[in-house]
Every structure is written in C-alpha cells, then in structure tokens.
C-alpha cells in the first residue's frame, strides 16, 4: 500500500515538473525540445488511458452500463490512473483488515477474491507504469542526456528532469518483474541486483544513442526505427495474446516494439537466453561500432592540438 501512495505521488510531481521543463524551454526559445517533451507525454498519456480503459470494459463486462460511460468520461480527461491508484488502495486496505479474519477459509471466500482484486489492480497498474516509462520517462531521459551533450547547456531543472527519470525508471523496473506472467517471488537481493541490471544496460544504451545523435540525428533516427521494426517483427512471431481484441493486441505489440528499443522485454515469461543473448550481443555491437570511430576522431582531435602547440612553441623559441 505505501508503494502505490508513493507511485502515485511520483506520477504527479513527474506531471507538473513535465509541464513546468516544458515551460522553460519554450521561454528559452527552444521550441522544438519543449514540443518534443510534450509530444512524449501526450503520447504516454493517450496509450495508457486506451489501455486502462479496455482493461475496466473486460473486467466490467455484462455489469453495470453506468459506470463504464463514468470510466469512460474520466479516461477521457487522463485521471483513469487515478481511478487505479484507487481501487488498489481500496481493495489493499479491505484486504489487510480482513488478513487476520481470512486464515484457513475457502477459495469461495470473499476475503479471497478481494485479495485477488487487489492483485489484479496492482498488476495493471505496474503494466501502466511500464508503458509509461518507455514511451515517456526513457525517451526523456534520451532527450536531456542529449541536450547536455550536444549543446552543452545545463541548468538545474534539466538535472532534476534527469532525475526524476531515473526515479521512474528505477520503479518501473520492479514493476516489470511482477507484471510478467509466471514469475516466483524473488528475494530483496535479488531485486537489487535486477534493477542494477536494467539501470545499468538501459542507460549505457541511452548514452550510445545519445551520441550518435549528436554525431548524426539522421544516422539515429533510421537505427531507432530500425529497431523498432525488429522488436515489432519479433513481438509478432510470439503470437501473443495479451487482450481480448486483435486491435488492442496490435497496439500491445507495437508498445513492445517500443520497449525492446531501449530494453529487453520478456513478453512470454519464459526461458528466452538465446533471444536476451543476440538481443544484448546487437546493442554491444552498435555501442562499439559507435564507440571506436568517437575514440579514433578524439585522439586524432588530441595529436592536431598537440601538433599545434608544439609548433607554437617552436614559433616562440624561433
């Protein structure tokens, strides 16, 4: 329950510090990175409510007509999180004052199906939580990783976007691992060294894209697009069946093709080392490809200079 009050707290300071990062570059006259931060939220926005609407309509379904139109109306105006956050609260709460009483009773209890309500809750709101994080919280930290290294500009909010980033990041990733079907409880260790991983992997991979952007934003737009379409293709041949509709399903698949740009996405929760294997093997491969030339232009860059100061010199003692 303190985890879900938390996220929900984060989800609304990462709203206002969204709008107000947005603000500052459209004062500054940067139209473009203020656009860009507000199209990654917009679009964030649209895909979750989409999907947490699609999840109330099958959970609803054949009962009360009213309430899905409320539902409804309230994802229409972006606050069915809110709705979320909510039930997962109500139902946690129903469910730790009724543990004592609940010991040795039935499946048909209905200390247990709240219990499994809770659950189900908790488990949609972990889902939207990661596809937030990759269509809006990692693209951002791209964009301001981006803007410190090819424009050099640094200002405090831009450290606290950055931040704020990898707080959300860092939750998601927990998330993740509870979202995934078939998944046994693992054990405090276990979750450092899990979030480590991914924190580590997604952002080494961050910086490498980051960099050929600055290198090339043409270069990095085609290798993005690229990947997406291999993650997509790849998503496809899971045959998975995530929703109910083939429409819903399609969009599932193209938000895991998203995901898999910047982090590995086991979308079955099952054995997958030889797909995490030549997934991983791919981006070291890119990330030397682009590491070795930087390397090699910046020694060339050093020896110019060091050439020129040693001519310098020889000019002075002349």
């Known amino acids: 329950m303190p985890v879900q009050v938390g996220g929900m707290?984060?989800?609304?300071?990462?709203?206002?510090?969204?709008?107000?990062?947005?603000?500052?570059?459209?004062?500054?006259?940067?139209?473009?990175?203020?656009?860009?931060?507000?199209?990654?939220?917009?679009?964030s926005s649209i895909i979750t409510q989409i999907f947490s609407y699609e999840w109330f309509k099958n959970d609803w379904e054949g009962t009360d007509t009213g309430k899905l139109k409320l539902f409804f109306i309230v994802h229409l105006f972006h606050c069915g999180i809110f709705i979320r956050y909510w039930f997962a609260l109500k139902y946690g709460c129903q469910v730790a004052f009724k543990q004592t009483s609940s010991r040795g009773a039935s499946e048909a209890d209905p200390s247990n199906f709240i219990q499994k309500q809770a659950i189900d809750a908790v488990t949609d709101i972990n889902m939207l939580r990661v596809f937030k994080t990759f269509l809006e919280t990692t693209p951002q930290l791209f964009l301001q990783i981006y803007i410190l290294m090819g424009h050099g500009k640094t200002n405090f909010y831009q450290y606290a976007a950055i931040i704020m980033s990898f707080c959300g990041i860092s939750l998601s990733m927990i998330s993740l691992r509870k979202s995934l079907p078939d998944k046994d409880e693992f054990h405090v260790l276990s979750k450092f060294m899990y979030l480590f991983y991914k924190?580590?992997?997604?952002?080494?991979?961050?910086?490498?894209?980051?960099?050929?952007?600055?290198?090339?934003?043409?270069?990095?737009?085609?290798?993005?697009?690229?990947?997406?379409?291999?993650?997509?293709?790849?998503?496809?041949?899971?045959?998975?069946?995530?929703?109910?509709?083939?429409?819903?399903?399609?969009?599932?698949?193209?938000?895991?093709?998203?995901?898999?740009?910047?982090s590995f996405f086991n979308i079955k929760g099952r054995r997958t080392k030889v797909c995490i294997s030549i997934y991983y093997a791919t981006h070291t491969v890119v990330t030397f490809a682009v590491f070795i030339p930087v390397l090699i232009a910046h020694v060339k860059h050093v020896q110019m200079k060091l050439m020129e100061w040693q001519g310098k010199k020889i000019e002075q003692k002349l």
């Open 9 to 43: 707290i984060i989800y609304v300071v990462d709203i206002g510090l969204d709008f107000w990062l947005a603000s500052r570059y459209f004062c500054q006259g940067q139209y473009s990175w203020s656009i860009l931060i507000l199209c990654f939220k917009g679009l």
């Open 199 to 262: 924190l580590l992997t997604i952002t080494s991979w961050i910086l490498s894209i980051s960099l050929i952007t600055v290198l090339s934003v043409r270069i990095s737009v085609i290798l993005l697009i690229f990947l997406w379409i291999c993650g997509f293709t790849w998503t496809l041949k899971q045959h998975t069946t995530f929703c109910k509709s083939k429409k819903m399903e399609y969009l599932y698949r193209t938000v895991v093709g998203i995901i898999l740009i910047f």
